[in-house]
């Protein structure tokens, strides 16, 4: 028998692929196989299965940043990961979802939303002061000005439109937006480091 974590993987992926507000409990119950009372035995309502979801998703993608961004040698590397974690994030970006989760789940969203936030800003400012701290990054950076300013940036490519999926989980635009955030902010050290490893870096991506 299937545990609830594993159920939750399973509605995951039916609310991702129709939307949360066009799946409904029956179909929940139907896609995992067992009785909608025994589904009620698990979970109490869609509700809280939307609310373990994202919980789900959250620990999911904070490990998959600490895998990528551990044990680099310098920043640079180390905002390599990172770059890499989140064009996996914008490739499995669900529009359908997160609409119907800002419309009928707007505290969930919120919350989530915030959650998420917090977890990159933390990413970024350490590695921030990492580079600065190994001589890769400009002295005069302000770690906390640039750091919102890059997840402002991320977070409006997200939902401009100005871009297709297909355009942000391609090896150019990954080059570009790698260029784009690394040479404004490292230092002659970081510039000589990038320029002769960058090719090799995106190449690798």
């Not at 230092?187 to 690798?204: A, L, P, Q, R, Y």
Request: hydrophobic share 40%; net charge neutral.
């Amino acid at each position: 028998m299937e545990t609830p974590i594993e159920y939750i993987k399973k509605v995951c992926t039916l609310f991702k692929t129709y939307g949360i507000k066009s799946v409904t409990m029956d179909d929940v119950a139907r896609e995992l196989g067992i009785s909608k009372k025994t589904l009620y035995l698990h979970f109490n309502d869609k509700l809280e299965l939307v609310s373990l979801i994202l919980d789900r998703e959250f620990e999911e993608k904070a490990k998959e940043f600490d895998a990528a961004m551990a044990n680099k040698d310098n920043a640079i590397e180390e905002v390599f990961g990172y770059f890499k974690v989140q064009l996996s994030l914008l490739a499995s970006h669900k529009p359908n979802f997160l609409y119907d989760l800002k419309k009928y789940y707007p505290l969930l969203y919120e919350n989530f939303s915030e959650k998420k936030k917090n977890r990159m800003m933390e990413s970024v400012l350490s590695n921030m002061k990492r580079g600065k701290k190994e001589g890769l990054y400009r002295k005069d950076l302000n770690e906390e000005v640039i750091t919102r300013m890059h997840i402002a940036r991320i977070e409006s490519i997200m939902i401009s439109g100005m871009f297709t999926i297909e355009e942000l989980i391609s090896p150019e635009f990954f080059s570009q937006a790698f260029k784009y955030h690394l040479y404004g902010i490292v230092s002659k050290k970081g510039w000589e480091i990038v320029n002769s490893s960058i090719d090799k870096i995106i190449e690798n991506a």
